[in-house]
């Protein structure tokens, strides 16, 4: 496992890669001035600079996506939501032809491994923002959607 950290507008966060694939990012108060000496976590980082400023709406970074069959199927969807955009939590239930399943997705959306890159923030209530388990927050939540916003 290798691991890095950036500063980013919403805090630090701590990238973690195996075997080429990132598996997770992780929100976190430390931050580490260590060595990147993997291509993938050195994409990562330099694709999550570019896209913090405003220059990168498609990550090439590759992925371990984890978690139940169901999961999956969420986060795969969840990687289809334009830059920029947001969509209900129903609406993904409909997408993996589990239209009665919004609460679900809202909770595999909280167990997301890999946050920004599968955009997980992009998915909203009916009548509100909804949850959002990283960083600060909801108002982590409200600062991705607006620096997407922005930048269209």
Do not use: W
């Not at 590759?62 to 939501?81: D, R, T």
């Not at 955009?85 to 993996?96: G, L």
């Not at 679900?104 to 946050?115: H, T």
């Amino acid at each position: 496992m290798k691991i890095a950290y950036m500063k980013t507008p919403v805090g630090n966060l701590k990238i973690s890669c195996h075997d080429g694939k990132i598996t997770n990012i992780d929100f976190c108060d430390e931050f580490l001035d260590l060595e990147v000496n993997d291509k993938n976590l050195s994409l990562c980082i330099h694709e999550l600079e570019l896209y913090f400023q405003g220059k990168l709406i498609n990550f090439t970074t590759k992925i371990n996506i984890v978690g139940s069959e169901f999961e999956q199927k969420v986060y795969k969807a969840l990687l289809e939501i334009p830059y920029g955009n947001t969509v209900t939590y129903k609406y993904i239930a409909d997408k993996i032809d589990s239209p009665k399943a919004a609460r679900a997705v809202g909770n595999a959306n909280s167990k997301n491994k890999i946050p920004i890159i599968i955009p997980c923030h992009r998915v909203v209530g009916v009548s509100n923002l909804g949850g959002y388990s990283g960083g600060n927050g909801i108002e982590t939540k409200k600062i991705l959607l607006n620096l997407e916003k922005s930048y269209l």
